[in-house]
Nanobody, 119 residues
């Protein structure tokens, strides 16, 4: 069993910064794929950033140059540094991982953390 726990959301003014964290726990052999997604009110969940193999990254066009995904393998923790935040970044942010546990690959989602960008 693998669980993901997110933290770091909150209210921030436009132009501000936040750092989200996502910690994986449980019986984990490896986590080859981790990513951040978001869902704004009335919209579908969308990819924000993804990291594959610990180093290959991809970002949504809307966040390129402003957001940065990273991970600490020793802590099984992933981060999303969000800078120059805009009101349109307001959403519930979810982390997702594909983790190897007990010789099986599992897709796991966190519970989500709310980010509100408003003055």
């Amino acid at each position: 069993q693998v669980q993901l726990g997110e933290s770091g959301g909150g209210l921030v003014q436009p132009g501000g910064s936040l750092r989200l964290s996502c910690a994986a726990s449980g019986s984990i052999s490896s986590i080859p794929n981790m990513g951040w997604y978001r869902q704004a009110p009335g919209k579908q969940r969308e990819l924000v950033a993804i990291m594959v193999g610990g180093s290959i990254t991809n970002y949504a066009d809307s966040v390129k140059g402003r957001f940065a995904i990273s991970r600490d393998n020793a802590k099984n923790t992933m981060y999303l540094q969000m800078n120059s935040l805009k009101p349109e970044d307001t959403a519930v942010y979810y982390c997702r991982a594909v983790a190897k546990s007990d010789n099986k690959y599992l897709e796991v989602w966190g519970q989500g953390t709310l980010v509100t960008v408003s003055s």
